[in-house]
Structures are given as C-alpha cells and as structure tokens.
C-alpha cells in the first residue's frame, strides 16, 4: 500500500517548507520535511497504529512527528494523508471544515 497525499497536504507540506525555510533556513526545513515524509513512509506497516478520530470521519487518524500532526485516513488497502498540521494551529477546527466540506454539511 502506497501512501496517496492528498492536495491539502500537499500545499501544508508546501506552506511548512517555505516558513521553515524564511524563519528557522533550508536544513532545519528540510530536516522536517524528511521526518515528515519518513513518518508518512511508515504508515502502511501499521496504518491503524494511529489516535484514531472518528469525528472527522470513520477512519480518520493521526501520528505525530516533532510538533506535527499528520491526520490520515485509513481504509482496506487504501491510505491517504488528509492534511499536515503543526501543532499551534487550530487542527480540530481545521479538520472539522475539511470534514465538513467532503460531506457536503
């Protein structure tokens, strides 16, 4: 199983590179994006190792990596991660939009 990023995660993976990059300069970005990408990597050894958060839908989860949530969802043989997320954003706010929004609510 190979794990499908979706385009929100994409542009957080994006978002975190670029203000890592300006506040903290390229190692330490690409240092979390390597441990971000090597978490994401993992997940289909043991997809259902994660916090599980039926809330935003039924196989909803997250792992987390230094001061990132990564939220996924994981289904049969399907994984995909739903967003990235640092830790002082508000994450529940943010998921229970998108979760909102795929549902149509």
């Known amino acids: 199983m190979i794990p499908h990023v979706s385009p ?3 542009a957080d993976l994006d978002e975190m590179e670029s203000w890592l990059t300006e506040n ?3 190692i330490a970005a ?3 994006i390597e441990a ?5 990597a993992a997940l289909p050894e043991m997809p259902l190792a994660g916090t599980p958060r039926p809330e935003f839908g039924e196989a909803v989860r997250f792992v987390t990596t ?3 949530f990564i939220y996924y969802e994981a289904a049969g043989q399907a994984l995909a991660v739903l967003r ?3 830790s002082a954003r508000n994450r529940d706010a943010i998921m229970r939009k998108q979760s909102n929004e ?3 609510s």
Do not use: D, F, M, S
């Open 102 to 104: 795929e549902t149509g």
């Open 84 to 86: 990235i997320l640092h």
């Open 66 to 68: 230094g001061r990132y």
């Open 24 to 26: 903290w300069g390229p």
């Open 8 to 10: 929100e995660a994409g």
């Open 30 to 32: 690409a240092n979390a």
């Open 36 to 40: 971000v990408l090597a978490k994401i």
